[in-house]
């Protein structure tokens, strides 16, 4: 038994047999099985939804606020906004140099959720910045919601979201019309939905042992429709629908379903639990990954449905049959052919260009916009918009990382190693492409790995909460929770103390030159 003081903070389930969404028993399903396909109990907590809607409305009100400053397009507005003006116009990205399509190479989904803001607020910087700062804001009401499914903690749930709220990096990427936010946003969505997914799935076995399936007498499993697992192929498509680059997440959470499902089946006594069902697993996954597909295609509807969108007749242009539907996805195969020469191709330098091993470390964050124009009643003024994570938050993800690796190893967590797996997705292969062919490559690439950073951060003060003992209670319990309470509340507030110093550089305040260089902690790394 756990107190009710101590259960919150806890990183495992105060009762493991809550929550099953189970009927009466049929059968008599041993204790140790119930334990071991527990999942969260699902009915409704009110206070865990007041934390979620107190820390959402900070998140809007710092995402929103002054959204149509600074004047102008900043950074790389000065393509997708354009772009979405367009498309609004002409169903396509369009240059008016020539008048006719433009060459593009990112999908076009992107820039269609930039169009919904400039469709209601118009051709301007709020309209342009809209829906970025919509999908920031979403973003942290999806990963508390995670949070409290992984953890069962209100407490470090509310961490995990204010942790998001308070980060510059995601603040900036969530105040600039830029492509990125999105593919965070879609990444962060199908993970949620993976984790509903392997819920589901447990709670499902545990209702068919209860209902008198014997693993032992019967050699087929149980049909168990993966309702969350189709959305979560939804959610992928629309994130590669953004960019390509979220297609790396793929193997990994493909990997990830299966290991989830294995393991249920071994918990609920199957023999051979990994080829017992693994024909099921790989067609929904291949279902899942067709749906990705399908959502990716229809992503392109604009340039299906008109006769002038770039390589759109290339076949026909060129003397080549081109049969309906055919011949357009094979105009659409090689309009792919062609962008993806172009990234692996995409060397030249830049002044703000970086590493991966820099990104954690704030090597080289990326100035979005640049002033030294108005008065600050200073002799001399500056005003910037600095592509930059909370310093004190993101010099905790590397330690954090090695701390999650060590408790998924020691308490083999599946938790640990989940979160792991969309850190390694978001990072690893960008490592891969800069020693492969030392690709240009900035630091905004991070953002599909940042939810996952965070919630390292987040178990790792989970850890740091929960004495060893699991849920024994005892004095050396309460002086070990109250010593990591306060070590916790004390990192939050650090962060917090640093996001409001570092806050006049995230939204272009303009401040005097000298105060605004003291924020320049690396020199001329950050500048």
């Not at 990444?187 to 076995?205: Q, S």
């Not at 357009?328 to 692996?344: M, V």
Request: proline share 6%.
């Amino acid at each position: 038994m756990t107190t009710a003081a101590t259960a919150d903070t806890d990183l495992t389930p105060a009762d493991p047999t809550a929550g099953t969404g189970s009927s009466p028993s049929v059968r008599d399903v041993p204790e140790i099985v119930r334990r071991r396909l527990s999942t969260l109990d699902r009915r409704f907590n009110p206070y865990s939804w007041l934390i979620t809607l107190i820390i959402v409305t900070v998140a809007g009100i710092l995402r929103f606020a002054g959204l149509d400053k600074p004047k102008g397009y900043i950074f790389d507005e000065v393509y997708y906004p354009t772009d979405a003006w367009d498309m609004l116009q002409h169903g396509i990205e369009w240059d008016e140099k020539v008048n006719g399509a433009a060459y593009v190479v990112h999908p076009p989904l992107g820039k269609w959720l930039i169009a919904l803001g400039e469709s209601v607020y118009g051709n301007n910087e709020l309209g342009w910045r809209f829906s970025t700062a919509v999908a920031g804001t979403l973003m942290v009401l999806i990963l508390i919601r995670i949070a409290f499914r992984l953890f069962h903690s209100i407490v470090l749930a509310g961490i995990a979201g204010l942790l998001m709220t308070l980060d510059g990096f995601q603040l900036v990427l969530s105040r600039t019309s830029l492509l990125d936010i999105f593919i965070g946003l879609f990444i962060l969505m199908t993970f949620g939905a993976l984790v509903l997914d392997r819920d589901h799935y447990r709670r499902r076995w545990l209702r068919a042992l209860e209902r008198g399936y014997d693993p032992q007498k019967t050699p087929t499993v149980p049909l168990i429709v993966p309702w969350w697992l189709l959305v979560a192929g939804i959610t992928f498509g629309m994130a590669c629908s953004v960019k390509w680059s979220a297609a790396f997440f793929a193997p990994f959470f493909a990997a990830l379903v299966i290991v989830w499902r294995v393991q249920a089946r071994r918990s609920a006594g199957v023999r051979g639990p990994v080829l017992a069902g693994i024909i099921g697993d790989l067609g929904w996954l291949l279902l899942c990954f067709g749906l990705a597909i399908g959502v990716y295609l229809a992503s392109w509807t604009g340039w299906f449905v008109t006769d002038n969108g770039y390589f759109r007749h290339y076949r026909a242009d060129n003397g080549w049959s081109e049969p309906p539907v055919v011949g357009a996805l094979l105009n659409l195969a090689h309009y792919h052919s062609e962008a993806f020469n172009f990234h692996t191709g995409l060397t030249e330098k830049h002044t703000y260009q970086s590493w991966p091993w820099q990104w954690l470390l704030l090597g080289r964050p990326v100035a979005f916009y640049w002033s030294t124009a108005g008065n600050c009643g200073a002799p001399s003024c500056a005003a910037e918009i600095l592509l930059l994570g909370t310093p004190i938050l993101w010099w905790s993800f590397l330690p954090a990382l090695g701390a999650l690796a060590w408790f998924g190893i020691a308490r083999r967590d599946w938790r640990a190693y989940a979160i792991m797996t969309g850190a390694v997705a978001g990072l690893l292969p960008w490592f891969y492409f800069a020693v492969k062919d030392g690709r240009t490559m900035f630091a905004f690439y991070v953002m599909p790995a940042l939810p996952f950073l965070i919630l390292a951060v987040v178990y790792v003060l989970g850890a740091i909460m929960t004495p060893p003992g699991g849920m024994a209670v005892g004095a050396n319990r309460s002086d070990r929770q109250l010593i990591g309470a306060v070590a916790v509340s004390t990192y939050v507030v650090l962060v917090a103390l640093c996001f409001a110093y570092f806050y006049p550089v995230f939204v272009g305040t303009l401040l005097p030159y000298d105060d605004w260089s003291v924020r320049m902690w690396l020199g001329g790394r950050w500048i």
